[in-house]
């Protein structure tokens, strides 16, 4: 699986696993915040950060995937090989190996594609909630692109105004 350009969407997708006592990682991106990753409900108990791997974050990977149930990783410094094996070696383990950014031959891809805050009264209070489209598409029987709604902070809000999503062909 890849995540394309949403940390929130990465952590929010890493919140449900680690609340049920899965372990996870993440490597490679050095600006995840651990406040983020709480406040988006991840168990950062079960969290492992590392940030900066330098030129070895395949084979930290590979051995994060050993003993990690997700891993995720800035993807950009992956060659397709190197793509390869790590989800062959994630298969094989039985963990979730989950990309920040383009993945080559990823069997879903996710990525935000419309944002909406509330929150701010008459130009002041804080920012309560925000509500993304995420569009996923990918191959085999994800190959038919599906849009849907979901709430990344705060409360969801109304369905207002975006439109009944569905499937998209």
């Given amino acids: 699986m890849a995540v394309r350009d949403s940390a929130a969407l990465l952590l929010t997708l890493l919140a449900e ?6 372990w996870a990682a993440v490597i490679g991106i ?9 406040e988006l409900g991840v168990a950062v108990d079960r969290l492992a950060l590392v940030p900066n791997p330098g030129n070895d974050i395949v084979t930290i990977a590979a051995a994060l995937l050993d003993g990690f149930d997700v891993v995720a990783l800035a993807s950009p410094k992956v060659t397709d090989a190197q793509a390869r094996r790590l989800s062959a070696r994630a298969r094989s383990r039985g963990a979730a190996l989950v990309a920040f950014g383009a993945w080559p031959g990823a069997d879903l891809e996710l990525r935000c594609t419309r944002a909406r805050w509330s929150g701010l009264g008459d130009g002041h209070g804080h920012l309560r909630a925000r509500q993304v489209e995420v569009y996923a598409q990918g191959r085999g029987s994800a190959a038919r692109p ?8 705060g409360t969801p809000l109304p ?6 999503l569905s499937k998209t062909g």
């Fill in 17 to 22: 696993p680690t609340a049920n006592g899965s």
């Fill in 30 to 38: 050095p600006d995840l915040g651990v406040l983020a990753a709480a």
């Fill in 146 to 153: 599906v849009r849907a709604r979901l709430a990344l902070q």
């Fill in 159 to 164: 369905r207002a105004p975006y439109p009944q």
